[in-house]
């Protein structure tokens, strides 16, 4: 069965401080891995995408994927109040054409 | 451009009822798709259409059918609306296939069945 899992939070953390968002799926041969934002009443935007193990920098944006332990996590350094909003991850799963969503967590940035 | 555009934004209707929900995309895009999303769920595949042409049922297709009219127009049919069917209905497009390719996503119609 195809799982993506997150935390739904929230996740508080002050202006200036790394935020770090998980998600963990559920099939090793998985072969590739988004994070969407999404502002409140916003439709998914995306941030990041990543398809091989290690680390993908873009900006403040830093998407770290292992998939011998099947996790793909987001960070955020240097976090600001705009950054606040729900990520979404996304996996497609070998054999599908589609992706599969997570719940998303919702980060709150306090200034 | 205007990207992925949807109407209505907003929608209410009685139970029973029918209505479609209209999807464009000026991308030149292969790949359609219509999502739901309701509070605390995710994002939910209702159909997807890899290229003009085609469409497959995603995870909750139940209730709905779709049309792909041509490359730019991806409509979402509901026949006889219930109230399990309110939630917020999201369109996207993809060039390609969506394990390489980034989904585009429209605004949203914000349906309510009453």
């Known amino acids: 069965q195809k799982e993506v899992e997150q935390n739904s939070g929230p996740l508080s953390v002050p202006e200036g401080a790394i935020a770090s968002l998980n998600c963990t799926y559920s099939d090793r041969v998985s072969q590739s891995f988004f994070w969407y934002r999404q502002y409140s009443g916003k439709s998914p935007e995306l941030i990041m995408s990543i398809y091989s193990n290690g680390d993908k920098e873009d900006g403040r944006f830093t998407a770290q994927l292992n998939k011998a332990s099947q996790y793909v996590s987001l960070l955020i350094r240097d976090s600001q109040p705009s950054d606040s909003a729900t990520y979404l991850c996304a996996v497609n799963y070998a054999g599908y054409s589609t992706l599969t969503f997570g719940k998303g967590t919702m980060l709150l940035v306090s200034p | 451009n205007a990207g992925v555009t949807q109407t209505p934004k907003f929608q209410v209707l009685k139970t029973g009822q029918s209505m479609t929900l209209q999807c464009a995309q000026d991308m030149n895009h292969n790949s359609m798709y219509w999502y739901r999303q309701d509070p605390g769920m995710g994002l939910r595949l209702i159909y997807y259409s890899a290229s003009e042409g085609t469409t497959d049922k995603g995870e909750v297709p139940n209730g709905y059918n779709v049309s792909r009219l041509n490359k730019r127009e991806f409509s979402l049919r509901l026949e006889s609306a219930a109230p399990s069917q309110t939630s917020v209905y999201f369109c996207?497009?993809?060039?390609?296939?969506?394990?390489?390719?980034?989904?585009?996503f429209g605004p949203g119609t914000r349906l309510t069945v009453l």
């Open positions: 996207a497009s993809s060039d390609g296939a969506p394990s390489t390719d980034t989904q585009y």
